[in-house]
């Protein structure tokens, strides 16, 4: 097994954020969960636009803001993911290769556009999220190179792209690729509602040994494991993944390897702003903490960091200097 | 001559804004002059879009974000200018009607695309613009109901503008129908080099008696009057004008009207995080006061809290409820 010379490959959504400030009211009156993620169509997606106020983009997309904290740190990344060849597949193309990660999924032709997430931002940070997936559904397996994918230390993967067939597939030819390699598989749950859909392949993942770092928030670990308690939850879902790191928002996060267990409070923060992206970023930093051989309690504090910064401006990518944070770290 | 239905009718350019951060360096290296306006075709706007780094998206245009300031503090407004039929197009679209904003101009077909500016922004909230002017260029005179320009108590003119043929055409146009109607012409001179370029034309209208307030910073003035000297430069324009607004950045702006003379402060502001649409919303806030008949020295106060309000975030267009701010003004 040749040294990694990436370290993390990640395949997710490559979606624009669109997102504006709303009031709860409003949020209620639309129909919409508070808080949480739903696919809309066409239709739904042209009918919440209109809805909404004045608005700013943002490259997103969960996989997509993890790397690009991890760019930020000063982790080596790539990025596999299904743009169409339109305006906001540009913008996303531009974000995610400015960031300095590579990314060479070609754009693909005609309809649907590229992926948009319509976000209502709640006056207390709460975000709302409405994705049209658009052309992000339609990454076909043969957009994966698994000889970049065999380069990479971790190959990073979204539960939210385990919905459409396509990336589904390319998903698991990619484990494939990392397993047959001897790389790590980092899988994030996502959502309980993608877990509603998908658990039981999930738990066969888990099961058949294919996830080495698994990543979730304590409603995707209850929802996964059917336990409503918080610790008997991690206890259950320790015993099968060789490292899980479960996020509790303002309660801070968990990470259990085996015998060993570490916890970290929230950073504290002045005002959260736009919760977009928070669990994308403390992803990011625990994943560089972890390929950086640090300890795992420092590795959690790093993803803390992380996630305080991006909850305190609007947008669900790293405006901070991120590796200045680190360093304050030590 | 009626009463107004509308307060403002604005022409201007229909921009989306692409902003991130740069180092002054990096602006340097890149042969942009700090500060300034410059205009850019297709090559150097790929050129620059690739050095800059990831991105936010966020709908921009001089006019165009006065009347969304005009609009947030309660005014009547309509928009005229160019879009393209394409994503960025429906942004911006979106975004000024999402402000209250009435506008109908059809967007026009096939390229060039909708316009955008390209703006780095320095570690001390400085913005260069590099503006991609694209479809917003083809603005037809035939695009102007003149029964809608006539029923605006101000119709609002941007500089910028007054470079492509079409648009000023279509400006000289409804400055008549205006006029026709009996209703106020106010014009920003935007920028230093459209002076360079167009002085002859401002002199010419200002000389007729077409513009009744005009809004100039203290370059402009500078160019427009060939006058060095702060003092001398607006004695001279004064008497051109029966009102004269200029801004001088940090230290504050006035106004004369007559034999009416206004100073005002800058407001204080914590941090200068994106100087962008700082005169902008000068004039949103100024023109409000102006339409509900405020004492020179209360529109340019409002002036003042709007423009501090726009540079202590990035974007161009209000984020905080301006019309909570008037109200304090009392």
Redesign the interface.
């Known amino acids: 097994m040749s040294q990694p010379s990436l370290d993390v490959i990640a395949i997710g959504n490559a979606i624009v954020d669109v997102m ?2 709303s009031s709860d009211e409003a949020i209620e009156q639309l129909g919409l969960v508070r808080g949480g993620m739903t696919l809309v169509d066409t239709d739904r997606a042209r009918e919440l ?2 809805a ?8 997103g997309g969960s996989a997509a803001n993890t790397l ?1 904290g991890l760019a930020a740190l000063g982790a080596s990344c790539a990025f596999i993911g299904q743009v169409a060849d ?3 597949g540009e ?1 996303f193309a ?3 290769r ?2 300095g990660i590579a990314f060479g999924t070609p754009a693909r032709a005609g309809d649907p ?1 590229t992926a948009r997430c319509l976000i209502f931002v709640s006056p207390d940070g709460q975000r709302t999220m409405n994705t049209y997936l658009g052309a992000s559904q339609f990454l076909p397996a043969a957009a994966l190179d698994e000889s970049t994918i065999a380069s990479a230390a971790v190959l990073y993967l979204e539960g939210y792209l385990w919905d459409p067939e396509e990336p589904r597939a390319a998903m698991r030819k990619a484990i494939s690729a990392a397993k047959g390699a001897g790389r790590k598989v980092a899988f994030t749950l996502s959502d309980a509602f993608v877990i509603s859909r998908h658990g039981d392949d999930f738990r066969k993942l888990i099961a058949a040994g294919e996830i080495d770092i698994l990543f979730a928030n304590q409603d995707e670990l209850a929802a996964l494991t059917g336990e409503a308690n918080f610790d008997a939850g991690v206890a259950a879902l320790a015993s099968q993944v060789p490292l899980l790191v479960v996020t509790r928002g303002a309660e801070g996060a968990v990470a259990v390897a085996g015998t060993e267990r570490a916890e970290v409070p929230a950073e504290p923060i002045a005002k959260v702003v736009d919760t977009t992206g928070a669990g994308d970023l403390f992803a990011a930093g625990f994943l560089f903490g972890h390929v950086r051989g640090y300890p795992l309690a420092q590795s959690l504090k790093l993803g803390a960091v992380c996630a305080a910064e991006v909850i305190s401006h609007y ?1 669900a ?1 790293p ?1 901070a200097d991120l590796r200045e944070l680190a360093a304050k770290l030590g």
Chains 1, 2 share one sequence.
């Not at 909404?52 to 490259?59: D, F, Q, T, V, Y």
């Open positions: 504006a400030p636009y209109e909404m106020g004045p608005a700013r983009e943002i490259s690009a339109d305006q906001l913008v531009h974000d995610i400015a960031g556009p947008g990518r405006e």
